[in-house]
């Protein structure tokens, strides 16, 4: 069957299959005749599969896991368990600190539950401690602890790889050094042209792109070596191929500026540190990041031009 069909049957749009192929989740047949993609009965319950728990709030990293390792299923539902039980916890704790405020502001309208603050306070801290369970926690904090363009900014760039609980003392000690620096710092220059960008996206359209730039990323966090074999040759050829864009040189120039800023303020020797510890993730990335650079002997030039 065609696309329109599987559309109809499994209820996703077609932008969804589209992209739920591009992850890796489904490898429909073609057509050779017209290249059309044909799908399967098979086809189409995988992608119900999907659905479902995406429906369930289920990453799609660990979907492409349980689809590659049906053994791992068990436990990968029971974290998306746990996720949806702290998550409820932390509602039910927010609830009652609401509720004691509801609670003062009609006893004395004029109040407006200031009498009872350090009840409710007693209340949302516990709340605070569900949410470090969540794998969001960091990600959201950056947001609220830097309301504006800088905590969009640092959420949507370095968040997509905050996705980690935040536990154990040593994640605790490096959440605040990352923090008290972020706080301290003068606010760094971003070009106005990405800045009124950032601006204009809600938290959510934050959260939405750091999502799907964790996903296009996956593939530099520990990679196998053929993976990384591929990875290899696509940055080659990217290479290859980058300065003769014109289009490029504007780009680079921003993101140059950008780079100078954060230099200047010790960006990458204090924020960068801290987010090593936070990240496994990102320490995979950084390592095959350096691995690419040495074996391919990147550099950029004095225009900040990636060369070979």
């Given at each position: ?8 049957l499994?209820?996703l ?12 989740l ?50 990968l539902?029971?974290k ?102 972020v ?55 990217q ?5 003769k ?46 691995r ?17």
């Amino acid at each position: 069957m065609k696309i329109k069909e599987a559309v109809r049957l499994t209820g996703l749009t077609r932008k969804a299959i589209y992209y739920y192929e591009q992850a890796g989740l489904l490898a429909p047949a073609t057509d050779s005749s017209n290249q059309y993609r044909i799908y399967t009965s098979d086809d189409i319950e995988r992608l119900r599969y999907i659905r479902t728990l995406r429906r369930l709030g289920m990453p799609i990293r660990d979907i492409q896991t349980m689809l590659q390792h049906p053994e791992q299923a068990v436990s990968l539902l029971r974290k998306q368990l746990k996720r949806i039980e702290a998550a409820a916890s932390e509602l039910e704790l927010c609830r009652s600190a609401l509720s004691v405020l509801i609670e003062a502001a009609e006893q004395a309208p004029e109040d407006g539950g200031r009498s009872r603050i350090r009840e409710a306070d007693l209340w949302a801290d516990a709340a605070e401690q569900e949410r470090k369970r969540r794998d969001d926690y960091m990600r959201r904090k950056l947001m609220e602890l830097f309301p504006g363009t800088m905590g969009k900014f640092m959420a949507l760039h370095f968040g997509a790889f905050l996705h980690e609980p935040l536990a154990g003392e040593d994640k605790e000690s490096a959440w605040k050094r990352l923090v008290d620096y972020v706080d301290g710092i003068e606010p760094f220059d971003i070009p106005p042209a990405l800045a009124a960008q950032i601006d204009r996206m809600s938290e959510a359209e934050i959260e939405e792109a750091a999502a799907a730039y964790r996903e296009s990323l996956q593939r530099f966090i520990s990679p196998t070596e053929p993976e990384y074999e591929s990875l290899k040759e696509e940055m080659r050829r990217q290479a290859e191929q980058f300065g003769k864009l014109p289009f490029n040189r504007e780009q680079v120039a921003l993101t140059r500026q950008l780079k100078d800023s954060l230099d200047r303020a010790g960006f990458y020797d204090v924020f960068v540190e801290q987010m090593r510890i936070l990240s496994a993730d990102y320490r995979n990335y950084l390592e095959t990041l350096g691995r690419l650079q040495r074996d391919l002997n990147l550099r950029y030039d004095d225009y900040g031009m990636l060369t070979i």
